[in-house]
T-cell receptor
Framework: EAGVTQFPSHSVIEKGQTVTLRCDPI?????LYWYRRVMGKEIKFLLH????????ESGMPNNRFLAERTGGTYSTLKVQPAELEDSGVYFC????????????FGSGTRLTVV | AQKITQTQPGMFVQEKEAVTLDCTYD???????LFWYKQPSSGEMIFLIY??????QNATEGRYSLNFQKARKSANLVISASQLGDSAMYFC?????????????FGRGTSLIVHP
């Protein structure tokens, strides 16, 4: 089975620009999670979708971040306008069951805001 | 709230030796699970091992074992017979398994370098 796919793998944008990250979960996985890791710090939870609904978005830093999950399939995370502190690696993970412990992660998108 | 602490930003080990990566946690949940993930330079996060808080035996998966000491709230990862391919970032994580938040909380990670 195909894994969790994220693209782009890298993105370098200027402060003030907009970037959209995409995540394709494993087919059939209702649960989709976004995480972010800033260099040297913890992997921080951003939000959790169950199908197309946002179950928990308590980790979203501010209203410059907008996540969507169209039809319960792929998800996008848009940052607009990007700030320097948004730089980091954005991970997406999916799981079939909320109680699963074997979350499958994508390879992440490394975002650099200059 | 849950908190994971990994105090070792970097570790070095010689090939074929064993290495222990430290992880301590804090939680008010009575039932929880602890995970370890590996992130090689390619970027993907690979699930390694899981330990339930009520599991009586320490979890083992091949060369990986989890040294779970509940009273000390520690869940150290032990890699036996290190291989060059074990060089990677290692993340400890936890989440509730009954009530509480099912969203995993991660630590900062430990960078492991295995040298010949």
């Amino acid at each position: 089975e195909a894994g969790v796919t994220q693209f782009p793998s890298h993105s370098v944008i200027e402060k003030g620009q907009t970037v959209t990250l995409r995540c394709d979960p494993i087919s059939g996985h209702d649960n989709l999670y976004w995480y972010r890791r800033v260099m040297g710090k913890e992997i921080k939870f951003l939000l959790h979708f169950v199908k197309e609904s946002k179950q928990d978005e308590s980790g979203m830093p501010n209203n410059r971040f907008l996540a969507e999950r169209t039809g319960g399939t792929y998800s996008t995370l848009k940052v607009q306008p990007a700030e320097l502190e948004d730089s980091g690696v954005y991970f997406c993970a999916s799981s079939q069951d909320l109680r699963s412990y074997g979350y499958t992660f994508g390879s992440g998108t490394r975002l650099t805001v200059v | 709230a849950q908190k994971i602490t990994q105090t070792q930003p970097g570790m070095f080990v010689q090939e074929k030796e064993a290495v222990t990566l430290d992880c301590t946690y804090d939680t008010s949940d009575q039932s929880y699970g602890l995970f370890w993930y590996k992130q090689p330079s390619s970027g993907e996060m690979i699930f390694l091992i899981y330990q339930g808080s009520y599991d009586e035996q320490n979890a083992t998966e091949g060369r990986y074992s989890l040294n779970f000491q509940k009273a000390r709230k520690s869940a150290n990862l032990v890699i036996s017979a290190s291989q060059l391919g074990d060089s990677a970032m290692y993340f400890c994580a936890m989440r509730a398994t009954s009530g509480g938040s099912y969203i995993p909380t991660f630590g900062r990670g430990t960078s492991l370098i295995v040298h010949p």
